[in-house]
């Protein structure tokens, strides 16, 4: 009896998928938690990783500047709100943004689905979707910059290791044709963010 309780929630936990809750930790780890503003860093100012224009954008959508982004409630979102965001206001933005926008949670592993959403959150989709017709061109289905059903699938069937070895490829491929003139200096950074997660992904297993 108990071999088919554990081969039942063995079967379980891989059909369900990854979890954005697991991710939003790690995430936060490799964004920082303090208020930023950083010479020649093109996000501006941020907090928790996420720049001014991020919030404001969010925050219209969401029609809430009053309820949870005007902090002080001088009638705008500026700076001096940003300072004073705490981490509950920023998750949605990942959650919602980030993760649900290339629908991580269909993703089989959490490994890949981290490596790949952080990529997002770090670089943003790229022109034209260039990130995401990137993936597609790695599982080899059409590059038409929409995560879809068949996108998904191609993922899910694809060699965990070598989807993986792909993507982490590419990431460094890119901030490598990236590093250029005030952009070099930020190189480092982002050569060691790609390692860390490497290592929790080892660590871990999930790939």
């Known amino acids: 009896m108990n071999r088919l309780i554990l081969c039942f929630l063995l079967l379980s936990n891989s059909i369900r998928g990854a979890d954005f809750e697991k991710f939003f930790p790690t995430l936060i780890r490799l964004e920082g938690i303090l208020f930023t503003v950083t010479q020649?860093?093109?996000?501006?100012?941020?907090?928790?990783?996420?720049?001014?224009?991020?919030?404001?954008?969010?925050?219209?959508?969401?029609?809430?500047?009053?309820?949870?982004?005007?902090?002080?409630?001088?009638?705008?979102?500026?700076?001096?709100?940003?300072?004073?965001?705490?981490l509950r206001d920023v998750k949605p933005i990942y959650h919602e943004d980030y993760w649900d926008a290339v629908k991580a949670s269909e993703f089989r592993r959490q490994s890949i689905a981290e490596l790949y959403v952080d990529l997002i959150v770090n670089s943003g989709f790229g022109k034209d979707f260039q990130h995401v017709k990137a993936l597609q061109r790695i599982v080899r289905v059409e590059p038409d910059g929409k995560i879809g059903k068949q996108t998904i699938a191609a993922i899910n069937k694809s060699p965990p290791i070598q989807l993986y070895n792909k993507l982490y490829n590419y990431?460094?491929?890119?901030?490598?044709?990236?590093?250029?003139?005030?952009?070099?200096?930020?190189?480092?950074?982002w050569k060691n963010r790609l390692v860390k997660l490497k290592t929790k992904h080892q660590n871990e297993k999930f790939a």
Request: charged share 35%; proline share 0%; hydrophobic share 30%.
């Open 40 to 86: 020649y860093d093109k996000g501006g100012a941020t907090k928790f990783g996420v720049t001014l224009s991020r919030y404001k954008q969010y925050c219209a959508y969401k029609k809430i500047e009053v309820l949870i982004c005007d902090k002080n409630k001088d009638g705008k979102v500026d700076e001096r709100d940003l300072q004073v965001t705490v």
């Open 171 to 189: 990431r460094l491929d890119y901030y490598n044709k990236i590093a250029v003139g005030t952009q070099k200096k930020f190189l480092k950074g």
